[in-house]
């Protein structure tokens, strides 16, 4: 699958309306190849599969992955598809955007706590003003951070991760098949092959036989 280029974090935990209402949008606004993070976007996906945007969706190439902090409460299975971590492509994003912010806005509820609906409105609309300007002053600077960062990583542990496979004596595609094999077998952990079924059959009638004798 091509991975998409484009992020857009979902923070919506409520009706489905409301974050397809957004995902359309989106798709207008941003055009294709769309990924979206969203805290269940491993469910969120089939939702938008059976609405009337399951069509412009699939055809944009776009697809909905879950959020790092929230993909590790998923289980494995589920990570081993929908974890950003799994995802190439996908770069330093972790897709938590909306955390921080409410994190962030904490600080505001000892203003807010004994005022008035009017005066908490007005505190929490200063906040994310001042969340606004303080984050475009400082978007250069982020942007460079993350280049930095980006070129490190590529330039230090991409030799680390190539002397690792060339004394293993591996190679990339055993990794992606490993990978590939990992979440087969995991999509599959609850069922029993006919093999083993008759294996363990085989097995408990020689014992019978044994005892018989």
């Not at 941003?30 to 069509?55: E, H, M, W």
């Not at 300007?133 to 542990?157: F, G, V």
């Not at 060339?166 to 992606?176: C, H, K, R």
């Not at 294996?199 to 009638?205: D, G, P, S, T």
Request: aromatic share 10%; glycine share 6%.
């Amino acid at each position: 699958m091509i991975v998409p280029p484009i992020y857009l974090t979902i923070f919506l935990i409520c009706r489905a309306k409301y974050p397809l209402a957004i995902t359309a949008r989106a798709l207008r606004t941003l055009g294709p190849r769309l990924l979206q993070g969203y805290d269940i976007g491993c469910v969120f996906q089939k939702t938008i599969a059976s609405s009337s945007l399951g069509v412009e969706f699939a055809e944009s190439q776009s697809r909905c992955c879950v959020n790092a902090f929230h993909g590790y409460s998923h289980n494995f299975v589920c990570q081993t598809k929908n974890h950003p971590n799994t995802i190439e492509g996908i770069g330093l994003e972790d897709l938590e955007t909306m955390e921080r912010i409410f994190s962030s806005s904490n600080q505001v509820a000892g203003l807010t706590r004994y005022s008035s609906a009017y005066h908490r409105r007005v505190f929490i609309d200063m906040f994310f003003q001042q969340w606004d300007s303080d984050k475009y002053q400082n978007l250069a600077l982020m942007l460079l951070n993350n280049y930095k960062q980006a070129l490190s990583i590529i330039e230090i542990e991409s030799s680390a991760v190539g002397e690792t496979k060339n004394a293993l004596g591996i190679t990339s595609s055993d990794l992606e098949a490993w990978h590939h094999q990992q979440t087969e077998f995991f999509e599959t952990i609850g069922e029993e092959s006919p093999w083993d079924i008759h294996a363990i059959a085989y097995v408990e009638l020689l014992q019978e036989l044994d005892a018989a004798e």
